[in-house]
Protein backbone atom coordinates (compact mmCIF):
# COMPACT_ATOMS: atom_id res chain seq x y z
CA UNK A 1 0.00 0.00 0.00
CA UNK A 2 2.63 2.30 0.76
CA UNK A 3 3.10 2.46 -3.06
CA UNK A 4 -0.19 3.73 -3.44
CA UNK A 5 -0.98 1.74 -6.73
CA UNK A 6 -4.86 2.44 -7.87
CA UNK A 7 -5.83 -1.28 -6.91
CA UNK A 8 -9.37 -0.04 -8.41
CA UNK A 9 -9.88 2.59 -10.92
CA UNK A 10 -12.85 4.92 -12.17
CA UNK A 11 -14.20 3.59 -15.51
CA UNK A 12 -14.49 6.54 -17.61
CA UNK A 13 -18.10 5.89 -19.84
CA UNK A 14 -19.24 2.31 -17.54
CA UNK A 15 -21.90 2.47 -15.58
CA UNK A 16 -21.42 2.32 -12.18
CA UNK A 17 -20.43 -0.86 -10.09
CA UNK A 18 -20.66 -1.75 -6.99
CA UNK A 19 -17.21 -2.40 -5.35
CA UNK A 20 -17.77 -2.07 -1.53
CA UNK A 21 -16.17 -5.83 -0.68
CA UNK A 22 -13.65 -5.23 -3.70
CA UNK A 23 -11.05 -4.61 -1.37
CA UNK A 24 -10.58 -4.02 2.79
CA UNK A 25 -10.33 -0.30 2.77
CA UNK A 26 -13.34 0.64 1.02
CA UNK A 27 -15.59 -1.23 3.61
CA UNK A 28 -13.33 -0.47 6.92
CA UNK A 29 -13.02 3.12 5.85
CA UNK A 30 -15.96 3.63 5.83
CA UNK A 31 -17.44 1.45 8.66
CA UNK A 32 -14.76 3.43 10.84
CA UNK A 33 -15.72 7.11 9.82
CA UNK A 34 -19.57 6.54 9.88
CA UNK A 35 -18.72 4.94 13.45
CA UNK A 36 -16.57 7.67 14.45
CA UNK A 37 -19.12 10.19 13.82
CA UNK A 38 -22.35 8.42 15.12
CA UNK A 39 -20.23 7.47 18.28
CA UNK A 40 -20.63 10.43 20.14
CA UNK A 41 -24.68 10.39 20.12
CA UNK A 42 -24.04 6.57 21.60
CA UNK A 43 -22.00 8.47 24.12
CA UNK A 44 -25.30 10.54 25.06
CA UNK A 45 -27.41 8.41 24.77
CA UNK A 46 -25.33 6.12 27.47
CA UNK A 47 -25.27 8.98 29.73
CA UNK A 48 -28.85 10.13 29.28
CA UNK A 49 -29.82 6.36 30.71
CA UNK A 50 -31.36 5.15 27.72
CA UNK A 51 -28.95 2.30 27.35
CA UNK A 52 -28.94 0.83 30.88
CA UNK A 53 -28.75 -2.84 30.11
CA UNK A 54 -25.12 -2.06 28.14
CA UNK A 55 -22.34 -4.32 28.75
CA UNK A 56 -19.50 -1.98 28.64
CA UNK A 57 -20.59 1.76 29.76
CA UNK A 58 -19.49 4.99 30.74
CA UNK A 59 -15.78 5.60 30.05
CA UNK A 60 -14.84 1.77 29.62
CA UNK A 61 -17.06 1.64 26.91
CA UNK A 62 -15.63 5.31 25.05
CA UNK A 63 -12.23 3.54 25.35
CA UNK A 64 -12.90 0.35 23.99
CA UNK A 65 -14.94 1.53 21.12
CA UNK A 66 -12.36 4.32 20.07
CA UNK A 67 -9.42 1.70 20.25
CA UNK A 68 -11.18 -1.59 19.42
CA UNK A 69 -13.77 -0.30 17.33
CA UNK A 70 -12.49 2.81 15.43
CA UNK A 71 -8.90 2.53 15.35
CA UNK A 72 -8.72 -1.24 14.49
CA UNK A 73 -10.85 -1.10 11.84
CA UNK A 74 -8.71 1.86 10.20
CA UNK A 75 -6.06 -0.54 10.62
CA UNK A 76 -7.80 -3.75 9.30
CA UNK A 77 -8.64 -1.29 5.88
CA UNK A 78 -5.16 -0.69 5.89
CA UNK A 79 -3.34 -3.73 6.46
CA UNK A 80 -5.73 -5.64 3.87
CA UNK A 81 -4.99 -3.26 1.82
CA UNK A 82 -1.33 -3.21 2.01
CA UNK A 83 -0.80 -7.17 2.63
CA UNK A 84 -2.19 -7.20 -1.08
CA UNK A 85 0.81 -4.91 -2.54
CA UNK A 86 3.18 -6.15 -0.22
CA UNK A 87 3.08 -9.92 -1.00
CA UNK A 88 1.17 -10.11 -4.29
CA UNK A 89 -1.24 -12.34 -2.83
CA UNK A 90 -4.88 -11.49 -2.67
CA UNK A 91 -6.28 -10.65 0.59
CA UNK A 92 -9.99 -10.92 1.39
CA UNK A 93 -13.10 -10.24 -0.99
CA UNK A 94 -16.61 -10.49 -1.50
CA UNK A 95 -18.34 -12.76 1.13
CA UNK A 96 -15.15 -13.27 3.07
CA UNK A 97 -14.38 -9.66 3.19
CA UNK A 98 -18.45 -8.88 4.44
CA UNK A 99 -17.97 -11.52 6.79
CA UNK A 100 -14.80 -10.35 8.57
CA UNK A 101 -16.83 -6.61 8.50
CA UNK A 102 -20.19 -8.02 10.10
CA UNK A 103 -17.92 -9.78 12.90
CA UNK A 104 -16.64 -5.95 13.51
CA UNK A 105 -19.90 -4.44 13.22
CA UNK A 106 -21.26 -7.12 15.65
CA UNK A 107 -19.25 -6.47 18.70
CA UNK A 108 -20.08 -2.99 17.88
CA UNK A 109 -23.98 -3.90 18.78
CA UNK A 110 -22.63 -6.81 21.91
CA UNK A 111 -20.98 -4.25 23.76
CA UNK A 112 -24.21 -1.95 24.25
CA UNK A 113 -26.23 -5.44 25.05
CA UNK A 114 -26.29 -7.51 28.78
CA UNK A 115 -24.63 -10.22 26.93
CA UNK A 116 -21.05 -9.59 28.46
CA UNK A 117 -19.45 -13.46 27.04
CA UNK A 118 -20.80 -13.11 23.53
CA UNK A 119 -19.64 -9.69 23.38
CA UNK A 120 -16.33 -10.87 24.72
CA UNK A 121 -16.06 -13.72 22.59
CA UNK A 122 -17.03 -11.88 18.94
CA UNK A 123 -14.46 -8.77 19.86
CA UNK A 124 -11.85 -10.77 21.25
CA UNK A 125 -12.25 -13.01 17.76
CA UNK A 126 -11.86 -10.14 15.41
CA UNK A 127 -8.29 -9.07 15.32
CA UNK A 128 -7.38 -12.89 15.70
CA UNK A 129 -9.71 -12.93 12.59
CA UNK A 130 -7.65 -9.98 10.38
CA UNK A 131 -4.60 -11.71 12.15
CA UNK A 132 -5.56 -14.97 10.08
CA UNK A 133 -6.35 -13.43 7.08
CA UNK A 134 -3.10 -11.40 7.15
CA UNK A 135 -0.85 -14.35 8.15
CA UNK A 136 -2.15 -16.22 4.74
CA UNK A 137 -0.89 -14.06 1.78
CA UNK A 138 2.69 -12.79 3.86
CA UNK A 139 3.54 -16.51 4.62
CA UNK A 140 2.62 -17.83 1.28
CA UNK A 141 4.85 -14.80 0.16
CA UNK A 142 7.23 -15.17 2.74
CA UNK A 143 7.25 -11.51 3.62
CA UNK A 144 8.86 -11.86 6.89
CA UNK A 145 9.30 -8.03 7.37
CA UNK A 146 5.74 -7.82 7.65
CA UNK A 147 5.06 -11.09 10.09
CA UNK A 148 5.34 -8.55 12.70
CA UNK A 149 1.82 -7.29 12.20
CA UNK A 150 0.32 -10.41 12.72
CA UNK A 151 1.93 -10.72 16.07
CA UNK A 152 1.10 -7.43 17.20
CA UNK A 153 -2.67 -8.30 16.14
CA UNK A 154 -2.88 -11.27 18.64
CA UNK A 155 -1.80 -8.93 21.15
CA UNK A 156 -4.49 -6.21 20.61
CA UNK A 157 -6.90 -9.50 21.10
CA UNK A 158 -5.01 -10.54 24.24
CA UNK A 159 -5.55 -6.94 25.31
CA UNK A 160 -8.62 -7.13 24.74
CA UNK A 161 -9.35 -9.96 26.52
CA UNK A 162 -8.00 -8.88 29.74
CA UNK A 163 -10.80 -5.79 29.35
CA UNK A 164 -13.47 -8.36 29.31
CA UNK A 165 -12.37 -10.47 31.44
CA UNK A 166 -12.19 -8.09 34.08
CA UNK A 167 -15.53 -6.84 33.35
CA UNK A 168 -17.24 -10.47 33.34
CA UNK A 169 -16.05 -10.30 37.20
CA UNK A 170 -13.42 -12.99 35.93
CA UNK A 171 -10.05 -11.31 36.80
CA UNK A 172 -9.07 -8.75 39.18
CA UNK A 173 -6.97 -6.59 37.09
CA UNK A 174 -8.11 -3.51 36.35
CA UNK A 175 -9.76 -3.10 32.91
CA UNK A 176 -7.48 -0.13 32.01
CA UNK A 177 -4.27 -2.15 31.91
CA UNK A 178 -5.61 -3.95 28.68
CA UNK A 179 -6.45 -0.53 27.04
CA UNK A 180 -3.01 0.83 27.89
CA UNK A 181 -1.44 -2.47 26.64
CA UNK A 182 -3.65 -1.88 23.36
CA UNK A 183 -2.72 1.74 23.02
CA UNK A 184 0.93 0.88 23.22
CA UNK A 185 0.74 -1.67 20.81
CA UNK A 186 -1.08 0.72 18.19
CA UNK A 187 1.47 3.47 18.76
CA UNK A 188 4.30 1.05 17.83
CA UNK A 189 1.91 0.10 14.45
CA UNK A 190 1.72 3.97 13.69
CA UNK A 191 5.03 5.12 14.27
CA UNK A 192 5.95 2.08 11.77
CA UNK A 193 3.44 3.25 9.53
CA UNK A 194 4.29 6.75 9.69
CA UNK A 195 8.03 5.70 9.29
CA UNK A 196 7.41 3.88 6.19
CA UNK A 197 4.91 6.23 4.53
CA UNK A 198 5.45 10.08 5.53
CA UNK A 199 9.33 10.79 4.39
CA UNK A 200 8.00 8.77 0.79
CA UNK A 201 4.45 10.74 0.47
CA UNK A 202 6.76 13.61 1.41
CA UNK A 203 9.56 13.61 -1.18
CA UNK A 204 6.54 12.62 -3.87
CA UNK A 205 4.50 15.24 -3.36
CA UNK A 206 7.58 17.91 -2.86
CA UNK A 207 10.38 18.29 -5.24
CA UNK A 208 13.25 19.27 -3.15
CA UNK A 209 12.41 17.92 0.55
CA UNK A 210 14.74 15.32 0.57
CA UNK A 211 12.87 13.46 3.70
CA UNK A 212 15.13 11.25 5.09
CA UNK A 213 14.81 8.06 7.14
CA UNK A 214 17.88 7.34 9.64
CA UNK A 215 18.19 3.20 10.36
CA UNK A 216 19.62 4.70 13.55
CA UNK A 217 16.89 7.16 14.66
CA UNK A 218 14.55 4.75 13.17
CA UNK A 219 15.54 1.82 15.42
CA UNK A 220 16.42 3.95 18.81
CA UNK A 221 12.92 5.79 18.28
CA UNK A 222 11.01 2.21 17.21
CA UNK A 223 12.89 0.38 20.33
CA UNK A 224 11.91 2.49 22.43
CA UNK A 225 8.36 2.35 22.11
CA UNK A 226 8.49 -0.72 22.30
CA UNK A 227 10.36 -0.54 25.54
CA UNK A 228 7.44 1.42 26.66
CA UNK A 229 5.20 -1.70 25.95
CA UNK A 230 7.07 -3.42 27.87
CA UNK A 231 7.05 -1.20 30.90
CA UNK A 232 3.60 -0.60 30.76
CA UNK A 233 2.62 -4.46 30.71
CA UNK A 234 5.36 -4.34 33.96
CA UNK A 235 3.49 -1.72 35.35
CA UNK A 236 6.75 0.65 35.66
CA UNK A 237 5.81 4.13 37.06
CA UNK A 238 7.53 7.17 38.81
CA UNK A 239 10.65 8.64 37.75
CA UNK A 240 11.97 6.10 35.91
CA UNK A 241 9.06 5.72 33.08
CA UNK A 242 9.13 9.28 32.91
CA UNK A 243 12.49 9.14 31.78
CA UNK A 244 12.10 6.67 29.14
CA UNK A 245 9.24 8.92 28.20
CA UNK A 246 11.14 11.42 27.67
CA UNK A 247 14.19 9.61 25.92
CA UNK A 248 11.02 8.51 23.83
CA UNK A 249 10.31 11.91 22.84
CA UNK A 250 13.39 12.85 21.98
CA UNK A 251 13.77 10.28 19.41
CA UNK A 252 10.61 11.10 18.05
CA UNK A 253 11.04 14.79 17.70
CA UNK A 254 14.91 13.95 16.12
CA UNK A 255 12.85 11.43 13.43
CA UNK A 256 10.40 14.14 12.56
CA UNK A 257 12.56 17.08 12.03
CA UNK A 258 14.30 14.40 9.32
CA UNK A 259 11.06 14.29 7.52
CA UNK A 260 11.50 18.13 7.30
CA UNK A 261 7.67 19.17 8.01
CA UNK A 262 8.28 22.76 7.16
CA UNK A 263 8.41 21.74 3.73
CA UNK A 264 4.78 21.21 3.55
CA UNK A 265 2.50 23.68 4.42
CA UNK A 266 1.56 24.31 1.09
CA UNK A 267 0.42 20.33 0.54
CA UNK A 268 -2.26 19.48 2.81
CA UNK A 269 -2.54 15.73 1.95
CA UNK A 270 0.94 15.95 3.37
CA UNK A 271 1.15 18.41 6.31
CA UNK A 272 -1.76 16.82 7.77
CA UNK A 273 0.40 13.61 8.65
CA UNK A 274 3.27 15.63 9.63
CA UNK A 275 1.11 17.82 12.23
CA UNK A 276 -0.73 14.25 13.35
CA UNK A 277 3.12 12.75 14.04
CA UNK A 278 3.95 15.70 15.93
CA UNK A 279 1.25 14.41 18.40
CA UNK A 280 3.45 11.67 19.32
CA UNK A 281 6.33 13.46 21.29
CA UNK A 282 3.58 15.83 22.72
CA UNK A 283 2.00 12.82 23.88
CA UNK A 284 4.69 11.19 25.15
CA UNK A 285 6.03 14.56 27.52
CA UNK A 286 2.51 14.38 28.85
CA UNK A 287 3.03 10.49 29.58
CA UNK A 288 6.36 11.46 31.37
CA UNK A 289 4.30 14.64 33.17
CA UNK A 290 1.44 12.04 34.07
CA UNK A 291 3.99 9.35 36.01
CA UNK A 292 5.20 12.40 38.11
CA UNK A 293 1.55 12.98 38.99
CA UNK A 294 1.91 16.68 37.25
CA UNK A 295 -0.94 16.24 34.87
CA UNK A 296 -3.59 13.98 34.30
CA UNK A 297 -3.03 10.66 32.08
CA UNK A 298 -6.03 11.54 30.20
CA UNK A 299 -4.52 14.13 28.70
CA UNK A 300 -1.77 11.84 27.43
CA UNK A 301 -3.83 9.15 26.08
CA UNK A 302 -5.99 11.72 24.08
CA UNK A 303 -2.64 13.62 23.11
CA UNK A 304 -2.02 9.95 21.39
CA UNK A 305 -5.72 8.97 19.86
CA UNK A 306 -7.72 12.43 19.23
CA UNK A 307 -4.36 13.90 17.97
CA UNK A 308 -1.72 11.03 16.87
CA UNK A 309 -4.04 8.72 15.60
CA UNK A 310 -7.08 10.98 14.12
CA UNK A 311 -4.66 12.71 12.17
CA UNK A 312 -2.81 10.39 10.81
CA UNK A 313 -6.38 8.43 9.92
CA UNK A 314 -8.50 11.18 8.82
CA UNK A 315 -5.15 11.99 6.66
CA UNK A 316 -4.59 8.53 5.25
CA UNK A 317 -8.27 7.37 4.64
CA UNK A 318 -8.49 10.34 2.07
CA UNK A 319 -4.88 9.93 0.30
CA UNK A 320 -5.66 6.42 0.43
CA UNK A 321 -8.79 6.06 -0.95
CA UNK A 322 -8.03 8.87 -3.83
CA UNK A 323 -4.91 6.67 -4.65
CA UNK A 324 -6.30 3.55 -4.89
CA UNK A 325 -9.52 4.36 -6.75
CA UNK A 326 -7.44 6.21 -9.26
CA UNK A 327 -8.47 9.99 -8.84
CA UNK A 328 -5.95 12.51 -8.44
CA UNK A 329 -4.39 13.27 -5.14
CA UNK A 330 -5.49 16.86 -4.39
CA UNK A 331 -7.19 17.54 -1.08
CA UNK A 332 -9.99 19.87 -1.68
CA UNK A 333 -12.00 22.41 0.28
CA UNK A 334 -14.19 18.92 2.17
CA UNK A 335 -10.68 17.18 3.22
CA UNK A 336 -9.49 20.57 4.39
CA UNK A 337 -11.94 21.08 6.55
CA UNK A 338 -12.19 17.10 7.43
CA UNK A 339 -7.89 17.75 8.51
CA UNK A 340 -9.14 21.28 10.49
CA UNK A 341 -11.94 19.76 12.49
CA UNK A 342 -9.98 16.81 13.67
CA UNK A 343 -7.25 18.88 14.49
CA UNK A 344 -8.88 21.07 16.27
CA UNK A 345 -10.82 18.79 18.32
CA UNK A 346 -7.57 17.39 19.56
CA UNK A 347 -6.06 20.76 20.47
CA UNK A 348 -9.67 21.69 22.28
CA UNK A 349 -9.68 18.22 24.44
CA UNK A 350 -5.86 18.28 25.59
CA UNK A 351 -5.21 21.96 25.14
CA UNK A 352 -8.03 23.71 27.54
CA UNK A 353 -7.73 21.36 30.23
CA UNK A 354 -4.31 22.13 30.39
CA UNK A 355 -4.77 25.89 31.15
CA UNK A 356 -8.04 25.68 32.72
CA UNK A 357 -8.75 22.57 34.60
CA UNK A 358 -12.63 23.33 35.51
CA UNK A 359 -13.45 23.49 31.36
CA UNK A 360 -12.85 20.22 31.02
CA UNK A 361 -16.60 19.20 30.77
CA UNK A 362 -17.43 21.77 28.19
CA UNK A 363 -14.06 21.00 26.02
CA UNK A 364 -15.06 17.26 26.05
CA UNK A 365 -18.39 18.38 24.22
CA UNK A 366 -16.96 21.01 22.11
CA UNK A 367 -14.09 18.46 21.05
CA UNK A 368 -16.78 15.24 20.27
CA UNK A 369 -18.73 17.98 18.35
CA UNK A 370 -15.73 18.71 16.37
CA UNK A 371 -14.28 15.26 15.66
CA UNK A 372 -18.01 13.87 14.67
CA UNK A 373 -18.17 16.38 11.96
CA UNK A 374 -14.75 15.98 11.17
CA UNK A 375 -15.89 12.31 10.11
CA UNK A 376 -19.23 13.06 9.03
CA UNK A 377 -17.78 15.10 6.42
CA UNK A 378 -15.79 12.50 5.55
CA UNK A 379 -18.13 10.00 4.88
CA UNK A 380 -20.66 11.74 2.90
CA UNK A 381 -17.91 13.03 0.57
CA UNK A 382 -16.30 9.49 0.13
CA UNK A 383 -19.33 7.03 0.70
CA UNK A 384 -19.84 6.79 -2.64
CA UNK A 385 -15.67 6.84 -3.81
CA UNK A 386 -15.59 4.10 -1.72
CA UNK A 387 -18.99 1.78 -2.77
CA UNK A 388 -18.79 2.43 -6.09
CA UNK A 389 -15.96 1.51 -9.06
Known amino acids: MTTLIPLNSPRKGAKPRFALWDLGFRPFYLLASSFAALSIGVWALQFSGLLPNAYLHGSMWHAHEMLFGFTLAVLTGFLLTAAQNWSGQPTPKGP ?18 PWGWLAAAVNVAFPLALATALAIPLYRARNRRNYFFVALLV ?3 WAQLLVHLHGLGVMHMP ?16 CVM ?15 AQAVRQPWVEKIALGLVLLILVADALQVTGAWFALLALLTMLAHLMRLGLWRPWKTFKTPLVWVLH ?15 AAMDWVSSSLATHALTTGAIGGLVIGMMTRTALGHTGR ?15 AAAAWVRVAAPLIDASILPVAVLVSALLWSAGFAIYTLKY ?6 D
Do not use: Q
Open 96 to 113: YLAALAALWVAGRVLVLS
Open 155 to 157: MMA
Open 175 to 190: GWAGILLGLDGMLFVI
Open 194 to 208: AGRVIPMFTNNAIPG
Open 275 to 289: AAYAWIPLHLALRAM
Open 328 to 342: KLIAGKAEITCYALV
Open 383 to 388: WRILSW
